[in-house]
């Protein structure tokens, strides 16, 4: 039921159903469902720790007779003290959830209840994604804290998002707004997009995305003569950016064209969006930069509660809380050498595409040798090769390819045979969200969830 105040519309495309007062466009509006359900997360798993789980799960699992799948974990608890540490230097920043990072919709639904997250969608799909775990909660979705953010959309997905009142978006060109002006009526709040020098970063993102200062002034210009209206700027240091000089001149560069669309628009920015590229093991120190760089040049925003900052958190908030256990499908020793294949049921069609897409470095830990479970465990057996460093490996994975190589020269704490498991932690960034089911492997993967900080 909806007052008399309120406007219901049942959308066909989406088959949701959106419920949300007449306001003025860019206002906090709320997205009510059909039905809700399934207020938990499918598969959790109380008082455990990440090793305890991955011993109680394998040593109930028999590779003669069980399919022995990949799998994942997922430690609650760590997802926890990401928050904490982004807190702790960045408190003024919100982060918003990279749904393309790690689509897992349990995931998704767990960000949810933590709460005071935000979430970046890039496509249609992401957006069903984050209104269906709000379903399955049984919580209504505040709209304002969804952003479409890929600078270039697909009319059909433009005129979903529009539909269901997620009506903030980045843009780097003319071109998009006129597009969003033509099917939205103008509908649409935006976010310039300004390019960075990424080119230090390992995945550069400025290549395809984001317009320069003196192009974004003209973006201004159109968006003034339309009728658009810009909340503000964002910008993007790429992923796994590297060089602070980026993320100084990415502030600075904002600013000037903050000072152009306040100098010409009516309405006031109050959105800038710094993008995302951070990670767990390289935080503090650009964390350090972009807070005084912030303080520098939106101070008095900040200080007047003017502005609303925010993050695109991918890796930072997923990588370090997964971890993937994958079987050994087969082993082959080097006649005459002290080289080993290992085998393993996942690899680059799979889980790892990380390797190829993502520029991972990953690193095989031995879960059981010899059926036994060795993970962590440093005691010396006739099967550790803590003695012996001169064992090679190469880790290949299930597929016919030749390029299906996840480890060309390595090392292992353990030896291996056929049915043990191998895991790799830091799993949950850029991983299952490319899984294919290429020479017909699974590209779908349980994952259970634990808190280690309960």
Not at 270 to 275: A, H, K, N, T, W
Not at 402 to 415: E, F, M, N, R
């Amino acid at each position: 039921m909806t007052s008399a105040s309120q406007s219901s519309v049942i959308n066909k495309t989406s088959g949701f159903i959106s419920t949300y007062p007449l306001t003025p466009i860019g206002s906090t509006e709320s997205i009510l469902f059909e039905e809700s359900q399934n207020n938990k997360l499918k598969n959790y798993v109380e008082n455990s720790t990440v090793k305890n789980f991955l011993y109680n799960k394998l040593i109930q699992l028999n590779p003669e007779y069980d399919e022995c799948s990949p799998f994942y974990i997922c430690d609650i608890g760590e997802i926890k003290r990401q928050l904490k540490l982004w807190k702790s230097e960045l408190n003024f920043i919100q982060p918003y959830y990279a749904v393309k990072c790690n689509p897992n919709p349990d995931f998704v639904k767990m960000l949810i209840q933590i709460g005071n997250i935000g979430f970046d969608c890039a496509s249609q799909n992401e957006i069903k994604t984050v209104f269906k775990a709000h379903q399955d909660l049984g919580l209504n979705i505040n709209t304002e804290n969804l952003i479409y953010a890929n600078p270039i959309k697909p009319i059909y997905q433009l005129k979903f998002a529009n539909s269901l009142n997620v009506n903030l978006t980045t843009i780097d060109s003319i071109e998009e707004i006129e597009k969003i002006y033509k099917f939205t009526d103008g509908n649409m709040n935006v976010l310039i997009r300004i390019t960075t020098d990424d080119s230090s970063a390992t995945c550069p993102l400025s290549i395809k995305f984001g317009s320069d200062v003196k192009y974004s002034k003209k973006i201004v210009d159109k968006c003034i003569e339309l009728g658009i209206n810009i909340r503000g700027i964002a910008f993007h240091c790429g992923s796994g950016f590297k060089d602070s000089k980026t993320i100084i001149k990415a502030v600075k560069d904002s600013r000037d064209v903050w000072n152009y669309i306040n100098k010409n628009q009516f309405n006031k920015c109050d959105i800038l969006d710094v993008g995302g590229g951070f990670s767990k093991e390289n935080f503090i120190y650009p964390a350090k930069i972009l807070n005084n760089e912030i303080q520098k040049f939106y101070g008095n925003e900040l200080l007047n509660n003017n502005i609303k900052i925010i993050s695109e958190l991918g890796r930072f908030l997923s990588a370090s809380c997964f971890t993937l256990a994958v079987n050994v499908i087969g082993v082959r020793k080097e006649i005459d050498s002290n080289k080993t294949r290992v085998y393993l049921n996942d690899g680059l069609y799979g889980n790892l595409n990380c390797i190829l897409f993502d520029h991972q470095e990953v690193e095989p830990k031995v879960l059981t040798s010899y059926g036994k479970y060795v993970y962590n465990d440093n005691i010396n057996n006739s099967n550790s090769n803590n003695n012996n460093e001169m064992n090679q490996y190469s880790i290949w994975g299930p597929t016919c390819d030749g390029l299906d190589c996840i480890k060309a020269k390595t090392t292992l704490s353990h030896d291996v045979k056929t049915g043990d498991w191998i895991g790799f932690e830091n799993a949950g960034a850029y991983t299952n969200a490319a899984a294919t089911n290429f020479n017909g492997f699974t590209n779908e993967f349980e994952c259970t969830f634990i808190d280690t900080d309960i």
